[in-house]
């Protein structure tokens, strides 16, 4: 098969994304695959080659380790030639439509929140995972145990939003331990265990 790995969205998780893509592409290559890894919001920009010749091209070494900084998204957006808003990065999509499906390998709000998937369905573009509408109701944690919580156990939960006049309360009145974590976030990209109440409030500030 002729697949595309689409990776490093634009979201804290793109360095988790780029290594995850990278990963995949080696072991679809391995078993016999003609396998293309795009960055999604970079795109093709500086690439003067077909199109054809990315089914096989190398990849970084040093994608494959995850660096513990979160990436600097507004460097990343200033460095893209083609200032767009867009997600899709200069010739990701006409890529896509050559391949017989497209691997998702992106993590976070850029690309497990349905928005991508809806991009590609679209455009008829087959890929793996859940479809666009289940992708969006999975990326909201408050929504998703609501939507389960008679047919799923899961750990009581609170969704807040945390402002410098509620945050002292908030700190006063939340049983401990606890676990601190975004609403829209995946991997595990700004999850805190707070112990007492000190890390608690560090975490609520962060």
């Given at each position: 098969?002729?697949?595309?790995?689409?990776?490093?969205?634009?979201s804290?998780?793109?360095?988790?994304?780029?290594?995850s893509?990278?990963?995949?592409?080696?072991?679809?290559?391995r078993?016999?695959?003609?396998?293309?890894?795009?960055?999604?919001?970079?795109?093709?920009?500086?690439?003067?080659?077909?199109?054809?010749?990315?089914?096989?091209?190398?990849?970084?070494?040093?994608?494959?380790r995850v660096?513990?900084?979160?990436p600097?998204?507004?460097?990343?957006?200033?460095?893209?030639?083609?200032?767009?808003?867009?997600?899709?990065?200069?010739?990701?999509?006409e890529?896509?439509?050559?391949?017989?499906?497209?691997?998702?390998?992106?993590?976070?709000n850029?690309?497990?929140?349905?928005?991508?998937?809806?991009?590609?369905?679209?455009?008829?573009?087959p890929?793996?995972?859940?479809?666009?509408?289940s992708?969006?109701?999975?990326?909201?944690k408050?929504l998703?145990?609501?939507?389960?919580?008679?047919?799923?156990?899961?750990?009581?939960?609170?969704t807040?939003?945390?402002?410098e006049?509620?945050?002292?309360?908030?700190?006063?009145?939340?049983?401990?331990p606890?676990?601190?974590?975004?609403?829209?976030?995946?991997?595990?990209?700004g999850?805190?265990?707070?112990?007492?109440?000190?890390?608690?409030?560090?975490?609520?500030?962060?």
């Amino acid at each position: 098969m002729k697949i595309v790995v689409l990776a490093g969205g634009l979201s804290d998780e793109r360095n988790v994304s780029l290594s995850s893509g990278t990963l995949i592409t080696e072991a679809q290559r391995r078993t016999g695959h003609r396998v293309a890894l795009v960055v999604l919001y970079m795109g093709l920009e500086g690439y003067d080659g077909t199109m054809e010749a990315l089914f096989g091209a190398p990849m970084p070494e040093d994608w494959k380790r995850v660096s513990r900084e979160a990436p600097d998204l507004k460097k990343i957006k200033a460095e893209r030639q083609w200032q767009s808003e867009s997600y899709f990065g200069v010739g990701v999509l006409e890529l896509c439509q050559q391949a017989d499906i497209v691997f998702l390998a992106l993590h976070g709000n850029c690309g497990e929140d349905g928005r991508v998937q809806a991009t590609l369905e679209a455009f008829g573009i087959p890929f793996t995972g859940a479809d666009y509408l289940s992708s969006a109701i999975a990326m909201d944690k408050d929504l998703t145990k609501r939507l389960v919580e008679k047919l799923v156990v899961t750990p009581r939960w609170q969704t807040v939003t945390v402002t410098e006049e509620n945050r002292e309360q908030l700190i006063r009145e939340t049983a401990l331990p606890v676990v601190v974590k975004p609403i829209a976030s995946g991997s595990s990209i700004g999850v805190y265990i707070a112990k007492d109440r000190r890390e608690l409030d560090a975490a609520l500030r962060e």
